[in-house]
């Protein structure tokens, strides 16, 4: 069994900084691409940003320069740093990985999500 666990979402104000994090556990042989996704109210889920074990990245339109994505391979994490802050971006978050189990089987895997409110 793998799982990922997402933590550092919260309630900030415009222009503000929150900084996530998502941890893989398990029985893991390897990660290929490990990436961040949002769901809005009403809306479907978005790509936000995705990085490779290469360290290539890819963002949504809507975060390019202010969201970066970096992972450390060694802890199995990925980090998502969110600057300059809009109302928009409130959403629930999830983290996306694919893993290759212990016994060699590839498992995609989601998060359970972390609510990310911006307001004033």
């Known amino acids: 069994q793998v799982q990922l666990v997402e933590s550092g979402g919260g309630l900030v104000q415009p222009g503000g900084s929150l900084r996530l994090s998502c941890a893989a556990s398990?029985?893991?042989?390897?990660?290929?691409?490990m990436g961040w996704y949002r769901q809005a109210p009403g809306k479907e889920r978005e790509l936000v940003a995705v990085?490779?074990?290469?360290?290539?990245?890819n963002y949504g339109d809507s975060v390019k320069g202010r969201f970066t994505i970096t992972r450390d391979i060694a802890k199995n994490t990925v980090y998502l740093q969110m600057n300059s802050l809009k109302p928009e971006d409130t959403a629930v978050y999830y983290c996306?990985?694919?893993?290759?189990?212990?016994?060699?089987?590839?498992?995609?895997?989601w998060g359970q999500g972390t609510q990310v409110s911006v307001s004033s």
């Open positions: 996306n990985a694919g893993i290759v189990t212990g016994w060699g089987a590839y498992v995609p895997t």
């Open positions: 990085i490779t074990t290469g360290g290539s990245t």
């Open positions: 398990g029985s893991i042989f390897s990660i290929n691409a």
